[in-house]
């Protein structure tokens, strides 16, 4: 057929050779995925992982991160995420009906909490809080449907009884759902830890810190090994229409395989950062799972076999500082930047009130306002220098 220019232009075509290699992958953007003929488009099958069907059901760029992120943290089957907090809301809205009781840590990531909350007044379920680091304070009723955990926890960064937390709700026939953002399934394997070899149902990672690296990027995911969960979240991730960019897909891909080598460099970095700010009088308490000092240090000992731990460090400064004084160290600091995230190149503080956070008694950690740095890829000398600085300011 001899086709007019712009006719031409539309159907323009050059097909990459069958012998192309490169060191990424292809970039894929697509809404519309054309079959090749009827029989492509009615043979078609979701549960079929090479199902190309439409844009929102994946595309080679979001299946080949998929598939990437399920290997790092241990499972087999993945989906992909805008968010972190997009990747908590899809297992929310696939495991919870009215009526059912959903277990929270009371240092989950707040936005979590915030959206239970949510689900809470609008649709009747019911939300209970634990103790992440007191079994007994995990009283699951026949209603219970679904456990979060978070290892470690956010901002406080209690690492949690995680072994026997996970048994006791396999006992009670609750699914179990790790926020798995910290440990990014480096620190250690939410699908095969400890000596019994226990796992977790399912993770979100908020691929936004780690996996992306960037700071620039957002996107999560959920991760299973079970293919009847999958499913489950496959259909759940449909109807919802979610779904990202293959461009971003792209991003977090080149990034991953730097992750390691960034999660070790930033924990190591924690270490140094937390071992001189021990030494420092402002302070009323730090907090690091892998401190000896503190109180979740065995529960963190036992999963991260490898002494692993993310590049977050938290301290709460003695009662005496006020917000005033906070804030002025705060805005003190040179290198770390002021902002929410963690996981990137560039250091970070933020401050907390914790009475404004906890819904429980937290009798193992001092008073005082809280500041957490989440330490980035600059040389530990110059981050403890600026928090030095920092004091300096604060106490001059
Ligand atoms: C950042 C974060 C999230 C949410 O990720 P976003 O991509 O920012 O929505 C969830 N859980 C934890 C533990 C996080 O730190």
Redesign the pocket.
Known sequence: MKLHPQTALVHAERKAPQWINTIQPPIYRASTIIFNDTTALFDRHWTDPYDYSYGTHGTPSTFTLGDNIAQIEGGEYCLLCP????A?NLVNACFLATGDEVWVADNI?G?NMEHLRNLESRYGIIVKVYNAIDINSFQPTEKAKLLWL?AAG?VTLEFPNLINLVKKAKANNILTAL?N??GAGLAFNAFDFSQEHLTVDMTVH?L??YPSGGGDI???SVVTRDQALHHKLFRAHAIQGIAISGDDAAQVQRSLASMQLRYEKQSQSAIKILQWLKTQDAFAQVLHPADPDNISHAFWKETCQNEQSAGLVSVIFKAEYDMTAIRKFCDHLKLFKLGF??GGPVSLVMLYNLNDMRHLEHSHLQKGLLVRFCIGLEDADDLIEDIENGLKALLG
């Not at 968010?83 to 997009?86: D, K, M, Q």
């Open positions: 968010s972190g907090l997009s908590i990531y936005p978070e956010s926020d953002t910290w908020a936004t810190k957002l996107m999560g995230s963690w």
